[in-house]
């Protein structure tokens, strides 16, 4: 790219809210957003080591395997890039502005937006999580946008050092977002986060409220066993130690916009906070039938996810009574399907 001048000499700056080839992140305090699917689906390494592991995840007809790179697989904590940038362009398309899926950032304003330090190790540290992000390939049948991926990718496509400092330290960086997470974007398939997202240390808070933000959003109260929810997260621990975890989060309380509690019958209940829900309204009940209906309808989606959206729809509309729930839930379904939602 070009360098250009801004003294009366030089050239004109280039219209960049115009072109369609990168996109520069300039837009100051942009909401956290993620996208919904990897929020849904365990595709990050919760370890704190070099994971070189292989991950393989099945789960109502969604299949995912992660294959590492030399650098090993891309952590939670590498996401922090992705949600960056996600963030950007998605206040840049509620702007109005055109967008591309190369894009142009600045590692301070990164860092700084994701709650990280400025030191010289923590530009070392992003340099390894770009790296890791590249290198880790990902199979899927998730469903963005309109379109089902079956094909190996990355979650990005390319990165690249701009511009360094005198000392050699990375200033400004472009990242090309793979295809299939652009589309996410496109398609606005994402939720806003808490900025104190990023001030939870541990990885497995991170991801435990990814999905209590995914499954519980503006629901009162999301309820799920420990064996669902030590599959969903991605833990490599086992289901005793992953208790023991669970036990430790709720006696600190540090998850960011919910609570959480642990009910009789080895569940946890997630709560939103400051509301009360001690006596909230039944939700409706869905037939099997309906669920097998509602997979006919979006292949590879999971139709879990879907019906807890539904509910919160649901819940949100003043808790109606339903003459027949399945037949609402379908209907719902149905206009999702077809781009209403």
């Given at each position: 790219?070009?360098s250009?001048?801004?003294?009366?000499?030089?050239?004109?700056?280039?219209?960049?809210?115009?072109?369609?080839?990168?996109?520069?992140?300039?837009?100051?305090?942009?909401?956290?957003?993620?996208?919904?699917?990897?929020?849904e689906?365990?595709?990050?390494?919760?370890?704190?080591?070099?994971?070189?592991?292989?991950?393989?995840?099945?789960?109502n007809?969604?299949?995912?395997?992660?294959?590492?790179s030399?650098?090993?697989?891309?952590?939670?904590?590498?996401?922090?890039?992705?949600?960056?940038?996600?963030?950007q362009?998605?206040?840049?398309?509620?702007?109005?502005?055109?967008?591309?899926?190369?894009?142009?950032l600045?590692?301070?304003?990164?860092?700084?937006?994701?709650?990280?330090?400025?030191?010289?190790d923590?530009?070392?540290?992003?340099?390894?999580?770009?790296?890791?992000?590249?290198?880790?390939?990902?199979t899927?049948?998730?469903?963005?946008?309109?379109?089902?991926?079956?094909?190996?990718?990355?979650?990005?496509?390319?990165?690249?050092?701009?511009?360094?400092?005198?000392?050699?330290?990375?200033?400004?960086?472009?990242?090309t977002l793979?295809?299939?997470?652009?589309?996410?974007?496109?398609?606005?398939?994402?939720?806003t986060?808490?900025?104190?997202?990023?001030?939870?240390?541990?990885?497995?808070?991170?991801?435990?409220?990814?999905?209590?933000?995914?499954?519980?959003?503006?629901?009162?109260?999301?309820?799920?066993?420990?064996?669902?929810?030590?599959?969903?997260?991605?833990?490599?621990?086992?289901?005793?130690?992953?208790?023991?975890?669970?036990?430790?989060?709720?006696?600190?309380?540090?998850?960011?916009?919910?609570?959480m509690?642990?009910?009789?019958?080895?569940?946890?209940?997630?709560?939103?906070?400051?509301?009360l829900?001690?006596?909230?309204?039944?939700?409706?009940?869905?037939?099997?039938?309906?669920?097998?209906?509602?997979?006919?309808?979006?292949?590879g989606?999971?139709?879990?996810?879907?019906?807890?959206?539904?509910?919160?729809?649901?819940?949100?509309?003043?808790a109606?009574?339903l003459?027949s729930p399945?037949?609402a839930?379908?209907?719902?379904?149905?206009?999702?399907?077809?781009?209403?939602?």
């Open positions: 790219m070009s250009v001048t801004v003294n009366g000499a030089g050239s004109l700056l280039p219209d960049r809210h115009r072109q369609g080839d990168f996109f520069l992140c300039d837009i100051f305090d942009a909401i956290p957003k993620d996208d919904i699917a990897s929020m689906h365990p595709l990050f390494s919760l370890s704190t080591r070099p994971d070189q592991r292989i991950l393989n995840y099945a789960h007809g969604v299949e995912i395997t992660v294959t590492p030399v650098k090993g697989l891309a952590t939670i904590h590498d996401k922090d890039i992705l949600i960056f940038c996600i963030s362009l998605m206040a840049a398309l509620n702007a109005g502005r055109q967008v591309s899926r190369t894009v142009y600045k590692a301070h304003d990164l860092l700084i937006a994701t709650n990280r330090e400025t030191s010289g923590a530009y070392r540290r992003l340099r390894e999580a770009f790296e890791r992000l590249a290198g880790t390939r990902i899927t049948n998730i469903v963005t946008g309109d379109h089902e991926v079956t094909s190996g990718f990355g979650m990005i496509e390319a990165w690249e050092i701009v511009r360094k400092s005198r000392g050699g330290r990375m200033v400004s960086v472009s990242v793979s295809d299939w997470l652009y589309r996410a974007v496109l398609s606005k398939s994402v939720l986060l808490s900025r104190d997202y990023f001030r939870l240390r541990k990885p497995l808070e991170r991801r435990i409220y990814e999905l209590a933000r995914k499954h519980c959003g503006r629901q009162p109260e999301w309820v799920i066993s420990v064996e669902t929810l030590l599959k969903k997260s991605g833990s490599a621990s086992p289901r005793r130690v992953f208790r023991k975890m669970l036990r430790d989060m709720i006696v600190a309380g540090h998850l960011p916009d919910y609570t509690e642990e009910l009789d019958g080895d569940l946890i209940r997630f709560a939103a906070r400051d509301r829900v001690e006596a909230p309204a039944t939700p409706p009940r869905l037939s099997e039938r309906a669920l097998e209906q509602a997979r006919d309808i979006m292949p989606w999971d139709v879990y996810a879907l019906e807890a959206d539904w509910r919160g729809v649901w819940a949100r509309s003043g109606p009574k003459r399945d037949a839930f379908l209907g719902w379904v149905k206009k999702r399907a077809a781009g209403a939602y």
